[in-house]
């Protein structure tokens, strides 16, 4: 008797847990309303829908490709979902009161957070790319460490989800990264769930985990590093082109809903190409552009490209924004990650 007391209390806990003002509401909390059954749930649940978020904003059209869910139980679903969640027009004062409460994940160098206004910012999608060692890979080393800092620091108090698909990924310079701020080494590990991408499909299967990950403990950062690399090396050619933008933009779409559902900060890398099709009377004093195309480019909140400077100096330049202007600033790749430059070093 008392042990079944005790699981009933424990049960009600994690309900109230999982439905924290500003948290998003499980997917199960919709179960046994307007006919949906268990099995329903759960077929949205191996589908890598966790929320009702998550299933407010989706299509009824990707909705049906669940296998199981017919059109009648996606209307009901989304029907509920719309009760929940506010879909509709809200005042300009709202947004902005909303917007002012986003918090900002420091990179490690006061010049570069200068230039993004705080920081990389929570609720969106920072796009980075350059060539190799413009320093992408020591950015989204720093930001796994600085998301864990408290929110006075700039920080995320939050875990990093970070997704590999260029076998990068060294924890040994998070151990560095950790010292500078005064962490403890072994926490900062701990709090970075790693997986390595594989190929495209499994990149979205790692993003399904990622959104039930995310139900279960909170989250600042999820880093995907890079999100092209794979895509280059499975799509070759023209003839695959419309194939590739088309799971490409699947894949966006999802870091979107990711950003949306939990209000975390994502930050891609990204890849360059020389532009080769200009035609010959045509100055372009940098012929390198980022790979993706419009695809791509229209999905990135923000998108900053990194170039080489003296040794170990980078130059950051805010290459499209919808709230930052477009200037640019140095950063050093130091011991302890991301930092200054020294005025000495600077170009």
Partial sequence: MAEAEAETSSEQQVQEEELQPGAPTPIKALEGVNGLTKRDIQAFLDAGYHSVESVAYTGK????????????????????????????????????????????????????????????????VTEVFGEFRTGKSQICHTLAVTC???FENGGGEGKCLYIDSENTFRP???????????????E???????????NTDHLQTLLN?????????????????????LYRSEFSGRGELAARQN???????????LADEFGI???????????????PMSFNPDPKKPIGGNII?????????????????????????????????QFAITEGGIADVQDKDKE
């Fill in 61 to 124: 059209k990707d909705l049906l490709t669940i296998k199981g869910i017919s059109e009648q139980k996606a209307n009901k679903i989304l029907a509920e979902a719309n009760k929940l969640v506010p879909l509709g027009f809200t005042t300009a004062t709202e947004i902005h009161a909303h917007r002012s409460e986003l918090i900002a994940i420091t990179s490690g160098s006061h010049q570069l957070d200068t230039l993004l206004a705080g920081g990389f910012e929570t609720g969106s």
């Fill in 148 to 150: 864990q800092l408290p």
């Fill in 172 to 186: 040994v310079r998070l151990v560095s990264v950790a010292e500078r701020f005064g962490l403890s080494a072994e």
């Fill in 188 to 198: 900062v590990l701990d709090n970075i769930a790693y997986a390595r991408a594989y």
């Fill in 209 to 229: 985990q990622a959104s039930a990950m995310m139900m279960e403990t909170r989250f600042a950062l999820l880093v995907v590093d890079s999100v092209t690399a």
């Fill in 247 to 257: 799971h490409l933009s699947q894949t966006l779409r999802r870091l979107h809903r």
């Fill in 265 to 279: 900060a994502v930050v891609i890398t990204n890849q360059v190409v020389a532009q080769v099709d200009a035609g």
């Fill in 297 to 329: 480019a229209h999905s990135s909140t923000t998108r900053l490209s990194l170039k080489k400077a003296r040794g170990e100096n980078r130059i950051c330049k805010v290459y499209d924004s919808p709230s930052l202007p477009e200037s640019d600033c």
